[in-house]
C-alpha cells in the first residue's frame, strides 16, 4: 500500500550537515505517522526520530536530540531529516517508517530500504 525511498546518505566528515529525504507513494501519506531509524554495522535496529501525521508533534533519541530534526512536507509525501554536527556513531543504515501512529519502537507497518550514511573521525 505504501512504497518508501530514502535518498540523500552518502560520506561527510565529522561536524557535517546532511539531509535524508524519504519519498512516500500513494494518495493518502498525511494519514501516516513517519519515522527514521538507523542500524549501524553489527549493531541492532534503534529509533531516531518520528512525527506525527500533522507534523504537529515530534520525539527524538537522546542521542539525536539537538542535532537532527525532523519534518514532513504533506503536499509533496515527503519527509526529512536533517542531521546536523555529525559524529562518527551516527554512521549507519538510515530507513524511514510508515504507520498509524506516532511510536519510539520498530513498530511500524511499511519500512524503505535504506541510505548509508558513513562519518568519517
Known amino acids: 500500500q505504501v512504497q518508501l525511498v530514502e535518498s540523500g546518505g552518502g560520506l561527510v566528515q565529522t561536524g557535517d550537515s546532511l539531509r535524508l529525504s524519504c519519498a512516500a507513494s500513494?494518495?493518502?501519506?498525511?494519514?501516516?505517522?513517519m519515522g527514521w531509524f538507523r542500524q549501524g554495522a553489527g549493531k541492532e535496529r534503534e529509533f531516531v526520530a518520528a512525527i506525527s501525521r500533522s507534523g504537529g508533534s515530534t520525539y527524538y533519541a537522546d542521542s539525536v536530540k539537538g542535532r537532527f530534526t525532523i519534518s514532513r512536507d504533506n503536499a509533496k509525501n515527503t519527509v526529512y531529516l536533517q542531521m546536523n554536527s555529525l559524529k562518527p556513531e551516527d554512521t549507519a543504515v538510515y530507513y524511514c517508517?510508515?504507520?498509524?501512529?506516532?511510536?519510539?519502537?520498530?513498530?511500524?507497518?511499511?519500512w524503505g530500504q535504506g541510505t548509508q550514511v558513513t562519518v568519517s573521525s
Open positions: 517508517a510508515a504507520g498509524p501512529l506516532l511510536s519510539i519502537g520498530p513498530t511500524y507497518d511499511y
Open positions: 500513494g494518495r493518502t501519506f498525511s494519514r501516516y505517522a
